[in-house]
């Protein structure tokens, strides 16, 4: 098993910031796939960005590309999401996910209990 655990989340400010992290157990995480999603009230749960184990390469939906970005840090074995100039629409439960193998953007194996954000107008 591996466990993941989000911080990070709260009150921001419409233009404002926030910075998301997920901390990972057990081995490290530049060897797992990760992504980030979230889910409003009454909305399907939505792809927000993504980071390859290995290569490192980045992925992110369009509604957030140029706001947010995905990184990783594998001495701490921790992957950050920094959200930059917050909309009100970006209010949502985030879940961090993650997997050991290759998979598509929807497709984890296990995941974050999740960090609740609220961007006031």
């Known amino acids: 098993q591996v466990q993941l655990v989000e911080s990070g989340g709260g009150l921001g400010q419409s233009g404002g910031s926030l910075r998301l992290s997920c901390a990972a157990s057990?081995?490290?995480?530049?060897?797992?796939?990760v992504g980030w999603l979230r889910q409003a009230p009454g909305n399907e749960r939505e792809f927000i960005a993504a980071?390859?184990?290995?290569?490192?390469?980045?992925h992110y939906a369009n509604s957030v590309k140029g706001r947010f970005t995905i990184s990783r840090d594998s001495a701490k074995n921790t992957v950050y999401l920094q959200m930059n100039s917050l909309k009100p629409e970006d209010t949502a439960a985030y879940y961090c996910a993650a997997r050991g193998r290759p998979g598509g953007l929807y497709d984890y194996d296990y995941w974050g209990q999740g960090t609740q954000v609220t961007v006031s107008s």
């Open positions: 057990a081995r490290a995480i530049s060897t797992y796939g």
């Open positions: 980071i390859s184990w290995g290569s490192g390469t980045t």
